[in-house]
């Protein structure tokens, strides 16, 4: 089955532009997750969305939010892009956000470059 | 709150060689703990996983780890290293509330394997 796709793979956008990103779970996965990946901070948890509602929010600023569509897809926005925006973004889908017995699939993530 | 450690940010070994990275937590509830695996310019994915039960997990790849709570350790093993685990390794943690899909992550562990 097809695995978690993140689109678009790679963007490059102005200082304070806006952004969104875009994340289909694998089937059947009801869970999203996103992180942020910098050289110089690591993975950080950003958001968790379950059937549509915000579950869990990392500490990030209120420029970047989330949500989740009926069909379990999520889209990530950063408004008023800055140069530490930079980073690979990743989404992570799993059946259910409790289960110790799922596992989180992580897409290939989203390249994002601020100018 | 939840934290880990990776001790050593590079490590190199021969091939045929064992391979041990480190991996400390914090936590103070009973912990999950994960160990993923990044190629360039990929996503992340799953090595193993522990999630209270047997303290020895086996996971994919020949990897190996073994959960030790009086030592806060969760050490990630290969009796022998095959040029193709060159990668970027990261430890991770969450809780019996979070299953997999809120994890926080080391600062990650480049292996590298000289032929």
């Known amino acids: 089955k097809a695995g978690v796709t993140q689109t678009p793979r790679y963007l490059i956008k102005t200082r304070g532009q806006q952004v969104t990103l875009s994340c289909s779970p694998i089937?059947?996965?009801?869970?999203v997750s996103w992180y942020q990946q910098t050289p110089g901070q690591g993975l950080q948890f950003l958001f968790e969305?379950?059937?549509?509602?915000?579950?869990n929010k990392g500490n990030f600023p209120g420029r970047f939010s989330g949500r989740q569509f009926s069909n379990s897809r999520s889209e990530m926005n950063v408004s008023t892009l800055e140069l530490g925006d930079s980073a690979l973004y990743l989404c992570?889908?799993?059946?259910?956000?409790?289960?110790?017995?799922?596992?989180?699939?992580f897409g290939q993530g989203t390249r994002l470059t601020v100018v | 709150a939840q934290s880990v450690t990776q001790l050593g940010s590079h490590v190199s070994v021969s091939e045929g060689a064992l391979v041990l990275l480190r991996c400390n937590y914090s936590?103070?509830?009973?912990?999950?703990l994960f160990w993923y695996v990044q190629y360039p310019n990929q996503g992340l994915q799953l090595l193993l996983k522990?999630?209270?039960?047997?303290?020895l997990v086996k996971g994919i790849n020949g990897f190996e780890a073994e959960f030790k709570k009086s030592e806060t350790s969760f050490h990630l093993t290969k009796p022998s290293a095959h040029m193709s685990d060159a990668a970027e390794y990261f430890c991770?943690?969450?809780?019996?509330?979070?299953?997999?899909?809120?994890?926080?992550f080391g600062q990650g562990t480049r292996l590298t394997i000289n032929p």
């Open positions: 992570a889908s799993s059946l259910a956000p409790d289960s110790p017995n799922t596992e989180a699939f």
């Open positions: 522990y999630t209270s039960a047997a303290t």
């Open positions: 936590s103070s509830v009973p912990p999950y």
């Open positions: 089937s059947g996965h009801r869970s």
């Open positions: 969305y379950f059937s549509e509602t915000q579950r």
């Open positions: 991770a943690v969450s809780g019996p509330l979070q299953g997999a899909q809120k994890l926080v």
